[in-house]
């Protein structure tokens, strides 16, 4: 919801050369957003303008992530149509420090120049320094980036996700960008590599490594470590990812079951249950996304 200098590509700003192992000093904008250690993504807000947020959206501003809520609305219910005095930003953060970031405004995809994440100001005199996370989750860079890239819908310098049109103050603006991505992050955070706690075939149990794809709606999961049930190569699940999921949702996944004497010979079904940007759970498994 501001308008600032478009970066003249999408694809290319989340540039690899951000997460070399350059060391850089920790703004006021970085100590705000990166609270966390680690490589991961942030969703972050701030007031347009002075007085933008009413009481509980400046009380929100200074509670700890943990108990945070999005939104620091005047009237009730701005939160949920997206119609909140805030700008949202996505930003990259390594180690406590912002590495890259994108937004959405009135001329479409855009980011916040070095400088002035350093100097807390923009050249239009706006502060940066003042966002604060809309929640704790550490979102994969790699899923962010692959639904900021994957969809040909998605245009240099506009926000077109599946049908979305220009920029609009209110239904295309930049907080129903960043809830699309988020969205859209949910269906496919399982893409990559995860090690599973608890396959229980060998006695005591065993952690495997497990490789997801995800097309379409369609997940599957391959065994990269195995055991002798299921041995290593084999589909140890796969189902089909429901329209929208979230954090806290489950849906049905069907299991590769087996015996040492006859490995991979059945299947079952069960519930996988999403637990953060990072984790979920299925069969009493407990899968942790490999960073």
Not at 131 to 146: A, K
């Amino acid at each position: 919801m501001k308008k600032l200098a478009i970066i003249a590509t999408t694809i290319g700003f989340l540039s690899p050369l951000f997460f070399s192992g350059t060391v850089q000093a920790q703004s006021l904008a970085s100590k705000r957003v990166c609270l966390q250690s680690g490589k991961y993504v942030v969703f972050a807000q701030h007031p347009l303008f002075f007085g933008a947020w009413n009481v509980r959206g400046l009380f929100n501003y200074w509670l700890p992530p943990e108990l945070r809520r999005p939104g620091g609305d005047i009237l009730p219910g701005q939160g949920i149509t997206n119609t909140e005095l805030s700008h949202e930003h996505i930003f990259f953060c390594s180690d406590g420090v912002i590495v890259d970031n994108i937004g959405f405004g009135p001329e479409g995809r855009f980011q916040y120049p070095q400088n002035s994440l350093d100097s807390g100001k923009d050249p239009d005199g706006s502060r940066v320094d003042n966002f604060v996370p809309i929640d704790r989750e550490q979102y994969d860079p790699d899923v962010v980036r692959l639904v900021l890239s994957d969809s040909p819908a998605i245009l240099p310098t506009r926000c077109v996700l599946q049908g979305d049109g220009k920029y609009q103050g209110i239904g295309h603006n930049c907080q129903n960008f960043t809830e699309k991505i988020r969205k859209e992050y949910w269906r496919k955070m399982f893409v990559g590599t995860w090690t599973a706690n608890g396959y229980t075939c060998e006695r005591g149990g065993l952690t495997e490594k497990v490789q997801i794809s995800v097309r379409g709606s369609s997940l599957v999961a391959k065994k990269i470590t195995g055991d002798n049930c299921v041995p290593a190569g084999n589909i140890t699940f796969q189902g089909t990812i429901p329209q929208s999921v979230s954090k806290g949702s489950s849906f049905s996944v069907t299991f590769k079951t087996g015996y040492p004497d006859r490995p991979a010979c059945c299947s079952a079904e069960n519930q996988l249950n999403i637990v953060d940007a990072n984790t979920f759970t299925a069969w009493g498994i407990r899968f942790s996304r490999i960073n």
